[in-house]
């Protein structure tokens, strides 16, 4: 699977929206890009995931560079819940395994 | 509700000790995998199953071993040859097609006494 590469914390301010990168130069072409994210003493949770086109949904929209080497995950109207590490992963999940990086802590700010 | 469950939520083992962490799935999930938090850091991938009676090794499988009788099962023994056993350990599954997303359980914490 493709490494990732994703700044290690951020700060935004409440009801603003926050935007979260991820580099991934080195996917191919069957690798889709994921983002999960993981509040304290939990298990990660999934967000969206996407190959080529952005993606919208309940949570988040995903933003795929044309190339797709790199994405941003955006949390439109970020709350105070929304602090928590947000993991960027690339992989083809029937090829087995998806490796996680140390993603980046996000704090939202009252 | 479906989903995934791990058990015990905290576990202390004694030096020498094996111990078995458990984690079942109602979700009909084919695969299923196993990773290690240490604090602070990522999760890193023990061991994984594609299917039943098969499992592969991850990336820091040392030291603890798998099995996959059932669908619903995947049971991580963490041996006495790990020597840094304390972490908190996390349980995964998926469908087994490429674009399907994993969906975690709420971890055990293991220390050592």
């Known amino acids: 699977d493709a490494k990732t590469t994703q700044p290690t914390s951020m700060d935004c301010a409440e009801g603003r929206a926050a935007n979260l990168p991820c580099n991934h130069s080195?996917?191919?072409?069957?690798?889709?890009v994921y983002w999960y994210r993981q509040i304290h003493s939990q298990g990660p949770q999934y967000i969206i995931h996407?190959?080529?086109n952005n993606e919208t949904n309940e949570m988040a929209s995903l933003i795929i560079t044309e190339d797709r080497k790199s994405s941003t995950l955006i949390l439109p109207h970020a709350t105070l819940r929304d602090t928590a590490v947000y993991y960027c992963?690339?992989?083809?999940?029937?090829?087995?395994?998806?490796?996680f990086g140390d993603g980046t802590t996000l704090t939202v700010k009252p | 509700d479906g989903g995934i469950t791990q058990s015990p939520k905290y576990l202390f083992r004694k030096e020498g000790q094996n111990v078995t962490l458990s984690c079942e799935q109602n979700?009909?999930?084919?695969?299923m995998y196993w990773y290690r938090q240490d604090p602070g850091q990522g999760l890193r991938l023990i061991y994984y199953?594609?299917?039943?009676?098969?499992?592969q090794k991850g990336d820091i499988a040392e030291g603890y071993s798998v099995s996959r009788e059932k669908k619903e099962s995947f049971p991580l023994t963490v041996t006495s040859a790990q020597k840094n056993p304390t972490a908190f350990y996390l349980c995964?599954?998926?469908?087994?097609?490429?674009?399907?997303?994993?969906?975690f359980g709420d971890g055990t914490r293991l220390s050592i006494l």
């Open positions: 992963i690339v992989s083809n999940t029937n090829a087995g395994k998806s490796t």
């Open positions: 080195t996917i191919s072409g069957n690798e889709y």
């Open positions: 979700l009909n999930h084919d695969a």
């Open positions: 199953s594609q299917i039943v009676n098969d499992f």
């Open positions: 995964a599954s998926s469908m087994f097609q490429r674009d399907q997303p994993q969906h």
């Open positions: 996407g190959l080529k």
